[in-house]
């Protein structure tokens, strides 16, 4: 603007007319009392005024504005001094082509300055994810050293403990309650040891999954062998949870492809969270049908549901419900489980969902493109 780092607007040197001319992409011609004189702009001028004396009888002035895009970005001023004060096609084109040059000069640096900022920018993100990436997996592989050796020790007290429980034919009360008193403790720490393996895995995975290293294998699999396993586990972790188990017959099967350790994954983390937010004495109840081309899963508690925002979030890395509270061992979870779902059955070329409401429980499914049975 004018009177500040020697910079100012066409405003203060033309008038309406010749400045919606400029605005239109359109060359002005004018002579120089039709404008304010450089002597009266002084100082705002980026040249010196002495420079040029000012002769309005005898000058022209010639403004071809500068685009860059759809953007007006500045102006070429040219000044003529000629008896006549008038400028030629000739010599308007040879200015316009100037012009023209010196946009391809700007647009190119533009582009390049665009460009090189986004290829750092790109580098640091590249640079981040790599960091992040071997931050997880080093600290996952040293958490998980020292873990197996405590799950390994807890087993062994836990069998130690069965055995010299196991001596005794009818053992008395005395007896008894010590052993139910250091049992339960075990079991609590087992338990929870099992759960943080759980978690260090799956940071692991997502670790490879942001590096594009996931391991990854599709074979001929049957899902109903693979859904009745997956139920039978859970049913003998809590056995006080029921699970009704609605699919096809063993004999029957649904072929399909896949990496039967990631399908599995899916079906525990769905039933493990059934189980989790399950009412006691309400069954969880597990479909599985065939549609067309496509084999799906359901998996259904009467728990209390989720709210809408949650469920727009829910697959997302890293996502936990505002607001929820630590109730159970097994929600401590970090986000990760249902987003390593979505991603392992996009591998697969299929797709997960849920449907929810606050009372009306909580349905999560899968679906898994069908085989052909010749291929099992």
């Known amino acids: ?106 647009e190119g640096i533009h582009c390049l300055y665009a460009q090189g900022e986004k290829q750092q920018k790109a580098l640091v993100q590249h640079e981040v994810r790599r960091l992040m990436s071997e931050f997880l ?71 490879r999954i942001q590096t594009n290293t996931l391991p990854f294998s599709l074979n001929p699999e049957d899902l109903g062998t693979l859904l009745r396993e997956a139920v039978a586990r859970q049913q003998y972790a809590a056995p006080r949870h029921s699970i009704v188990l609605d699919a096809p017959s063993a004999e029957q099967g649904v ?35 065939m549609e067309e081309a496509l084999a799906r899963v359901s998996v259904h508690n009467e728990g209390a549901g989720m709210a809408r925002e949650d469920l727009d979030h829910l697959w997302d890395r890293f996502y936990r419900a505002k607001g929820s509270a630590v109730q159970h061992e097994l929600d401590l979870s970090w986000g990760l489980p249902l987003y390593l779902c979505r991603v392992f059955m996009e591998r697969h070329h299929g797709s997960v969902g849920v449907q929810s409401a606050p009372g009306q429980g909580t349905t999560f499914w899968l679906s898994v493109p069908i085989t052909p049975s010749r291929g099992m």
């Open 137 to 207: 997996t080093l600290a996952s592989h040293e958490l998980r050293t020292p873990l197996t050796g405590i799950l390994g020790n807890l087993q062994l007290a836990q069998r130690r403990l069965q055995t010299f429980k196991g001596q005794f034919a009818s053992p008395s009360v005395q007896v008894r309650e010590p052993i139910a008193h250091i049992q339960q403790p075990l079991a609590a720490a087992s338990q929870s040891a099992q759960l943080q393996q759980r978690m260090i895995n799956d940071l692991i995975d997502d670790a």
């Open 255 to 289: 072929p399909i492809l896949a990496d039967a350790g990631r399908i599995t994954y899916v079906l525990t983390t769905y039933l493990t969270n059934a189980r989790t937010a399950s009412p006691p004495g309400l069954p969880i109840e597990v479909q599985l049908g």
């Open 1 to 106: 603007m004018a009177g500040h780092r020697g910079r100012f607007h066409p405003r203060e040197m033309l008038d309406d007319v010749a400045f919606a001319r400029l605005g239109a992409n359109q060359e002005v011609v004018l002579a120089m009392d039709q404008m304010h004189t450089i002597a009266h702009l002084g100082k705002q001028l980026p040249f010196p005024a002495h420079l040029h004396a000012v002769s309005p009888d005898s000058e022209a002035v010639l403004l071809v504005p500068l685009f860059l895009g759809q953007q007006w970005v500045g102006t070429l001023m040219v000044i003529k001094e000629s008896l006549e004060g008038m400028y030629t096609p000739e010599e308007i084109t040879l200015a316009k082509a100037v012009t023209a040059q010196t946009m391809l000069l700007i």
